[in-house]
């Protein structure tokens, strides 16, 4: 988990660096393109049967809003602090949640109703409606998140029934399909360097999701997850030394709330993962 988070904070301080050069669609494309030939052994290993499936619209809806997301994002961390953005993206698990109460009608008790409104409560910390002028950069990774937390809901529908390299490889192929037509209209023709970078944009992205995933295979979201807050020291670090950015402490305190609820959520999702269903009739026992 340690070391998805550096992969992540330093593809997003390339990202910065990078959209100085070529316009944030085309930094996902390759993004995308890159990590589909990082990930392509492990398609040859598995054969093309590991893109055997019946829920293709599923994976096709998945992948549409993840490249939406991704393009919000990306073009974010051109216009907003590095440290800013990677903190309101914490935001995205804590929209999961409450589109899983939404849209899959799971039920949350009081604990897990009031971690939602603390992180919701952390953004606006960070954020400081009506003492800062809210910029262009943090509406944008906010609906990132917000669509992000709704593929978080896709991709747990689908893993009930598909395998995690089947959901990956479906990602990195139609993500790549879907982010190269928006890329055609803002193509401009990178440098050597700007190849170099992309390329370990993708790279570094790609190693952050096997990162994640293995993480995850190792031990529970609840233990993991925490080390999720590294992200910001990371983005923090590159953020001064890259770009001159500071951090001040109402980001850093918005930042612990909103990390501080999703750990809290992970934690009481794998506690009731745990507890046998005593009554069906009551459906989720939270």
Not at 175 to 191: E, I, K, N, R
Not at 205 to 221: C, K, N, P, S
Request: overall charge positive.
């Amino acid at each position: 988990m340690i070391a998805s988070t550096v992969a992540f904070a330093g593809m997003h301080a390339l990202i910065r660096y990078v959209s100085d050069d070529v316009h944030p669609f085309q930094i996902a494309f390759f993004r995308s393109f890159f990590g589909l030939v990082v990930f392509a052994p492990w398609i040859v290993r598995s054969g093309l049967g590991v893109f055997a499936t019946q829920r293709l619209p599923l994976h096709v809806l998945r992948s549409a809003m993840n490249v939406v997301a991704m393009f919000m994002f990306f073009t974010s961390l051109s216009l907003s602090p590095l440290a800013r953005v990677t903190a309101l993206g914490f935001t995205a698990p804590i929209f999961a949640a409450l589109m899983s109460v939404i849209l899959l009608k799971e039920r949350f008790r009081f604990r897990r109703w009031a971690a939602l409104i603390c992180g919701f409560a952390g953004t606006l910390v960070i954020l400081r409606p009506g003492v800062l002028v809210i910029d262009l950069g943090s509406v944008l990774v906010l609906g990132s998140a917000l669509i992000w937390g709704l593929t978080l809901i896709v991709i747990k529908m689908l893993g009930r029934t598909e395998s995690s390299v089947t959901i990956t490889a479906y990602m990195n192929l139609l993500l790549t399909v879907f982010a190269f037509v928006p890329t055609l209209f803002v193509w401009t023709t990178p440098s050597l360097e700007v190849w170099f970078w992309l390329l370990v944009i993708g790279i570094s992205g790609t190693l952050a999701q096997v990162a994640i995933a293995e993480a995850l295979r190792q031990a529970d979201a609840s233990t993991v997850m925490p080390f999720d807050f590294l992200k910001l020291i990371w983005a923090a670090f590159l953020g001064y030394f890259m770009f001159a950015e500071t951090v001040d402490a109402f980001t850093w305190a918005g930042a612990a709330i909103v990390v501080g609820s999703t750990i809290y959520l992970a934690y009481r999702e794998a506690q009731v993962a745990r507890e046998p269903i005593l009554d069906q009739s009551n459906g989720s026992p939270t």
